[in-house]
């Protein structure tokens, strides 16, 4: 967040400077204002700059305080999970939803701890809804609360249903979730008057591409011989060559992000391009460009969507493997099995219906008992949510289905390593 700083920084300079120069605050005030009107378009830009920062921010918030979560071992965790609204007044229902969690958290706590042992945590659970501000939510909320700890997640990733773990560790399953329906890439805006590179994550662009290439300029291989000019297979490789050197900027930027690129612009231009390209596979997918709407917020629309329908074919890639390990021997499909082989490191690929949740009670380290009521004491609410973090802590796969995908495989199954 160091350029968000910077930039408020720069603006509290400004107006800084304005209140020495100025005898009175009215006259301060008015310089305040001439200045936002007057920088009308910087103000917005630096909006935006916020606005794609915090977005960023967001997915690395997910990436690195999961791990951090999945790690604490506490007696007790309490993890709590709510679908919630974007726009008022839809989310003023988050506050009396977040209220009621909250009220039965603190309740099944005590009954199952007392008071004075967890002293800590009942303050935060008591003081933790004046830390959240509905008006900047997105579609799930998610509070991790121990004695030691006090975690505010919010993803755009909705839940199947608002609930309540309490465990010795804490359910990061809604995280893990989140984490894979993000994606991060690239948006080509490609015409032969002018390239613009953008850099995505999910339905936003965080930033504008800009370096020794970017934006690119005008296509400036064009003919000047009349009899060449009407040639059209002179012109075909003026374009040709345009288009080379727009791969070859594009393969840079890859090299330097690892990010694949989605191209929005002509059916004609798109071939030249990928006749041209080094590696196509770097273009992840194609949208016909509007020239009548080519603002940043409509190119993430076009290339989300199609970032969506690569996640559900990688989907159904992932389900098709599942069916052929089968004939091979390497599934497990009962969940204690699974369980312990994903402690054992021996996870490769972990499927679970996003439905699904198994609350038990731990018999062991490696075993445990089915539970009938997740509220019931020492009951882990969910067991699906340590296997995904073990399958995925150590370098394994995991991806939740829609209801029924699985078919014959039951809610979840886990391709093992051998």
């Not at 900027?249 to 694949?260: C, D, P, Q, S, T």
């Not at 196509?280 to 194609?286: K, R, W």
């Not at 091979?328 to 099995?337: A, I, K």
Request: hydrophobic share 40%.
């Amino acid at each position: 967040m160091n350029q968000v700083h910077q930039l408020g920084e720069n603006i509290f300079t400004f107006m800084h400077s304005c209140s020495l120069k100025c005898g009175n605050h009215v006259t301060y005030f008015q310089n305040c204002v001439t200045f936002l009107a007057a920088k009308r378009v910087i103000f917005v830009a630096l909006c935006y700059q916020i606005r794609c920062i915090i977005n960023l921010s967001r997915k690395m918030t997910i990436k690195s305080k999961f791990e951090k979560l999945a790690s604490e071992k506490n007696t007790p965790c309490v993890s709590i999970s709510l679908n919630t609204h974007r726009t008022h007044p839809e989310n003023t229902q988050d506050i009396v939803a977040l209220k009621n969690l909250l009220k039965e958290a603190e309740d099944r706590v005590i009954a199952e701890f007392g008071k004075r042992p967890v002293a800590a945590l009942l303050d935060n659970i008591a003081g933790i809804s004046t830390e959240i501000d509905v008006n900047y939510n997105l579609d799930s909320l998610h509070i991790f609360l121990s004695n030691d700890t006090k975690e505010v997640i919010k993803t755009a990733c909705p839940v199947t249903e608002n609930s309540i773990h309490i465990a010795d560790s804490f359910a990061i399953r809604p995280l893990i979730q989140a984490q894979n329906n993000s994606a991060e890439y690239l948006i080509l805006l490609l015409s032969q008057s002018g390239v613009n590179l953008y850099h995505a994550l999910n339905d936003s662009i965080i930033a504008e591409i800009k370096n020794d290439d970017f934006p690119f300029p005008a296509n400036a291989h064009f003919l000047t011989a009349p009899d060449k000019a009407s040639d059209p297979k002179q012109v075909d490789n003026m374009v040709r060559e345009f288009m080379n050197e727009v791969d070859k900027a594009i393969m840079k930027v890859y090299h330097e992000m690892g990010l694949n690129c989605i191209v929005i612009c002509t059916e004609d231009n798109h071939s030249r391009l990928m006749q041209v390209a080094d590696k196509p596979i770097v273009y992840a997918g194609h949208a016909a460009v509007d020239y009548n709407n080519i603002a940043t917020h409509h190119l993430a629309r076009q290339g989300w969507e199609i970032i969506k329908t690569i996640q559900a074919q990688h989907n159904t890639d992932a389900i098709s493997e599942m069916h052929e390990a089968v004939a091979q021997g390497n599934v497990l499909t009962d969940l204690q099995e699974i369980f312990q082989a994903s402690v054992d490191g021996r996870g490769d690929l972990l499927l679970v219906n996003q439905d699904f949740a198994q609350p038990v009670l731990m018999t062991s380290d490696r075993t445990f008992e089915m539970a009938a009521d997740k509220n019931a004491a020492g009951a882990i609410d969910d067991i699906t949510s340590n296997i995904a973090w073990e399958v995925l802590s150590k370098k394994g796969r995991v991806i939740f289905t829609e209801p029924g995908q699985l078919g014959d495989l039951g809610h979840v199954a886990l391709k093992s390593r051998y």
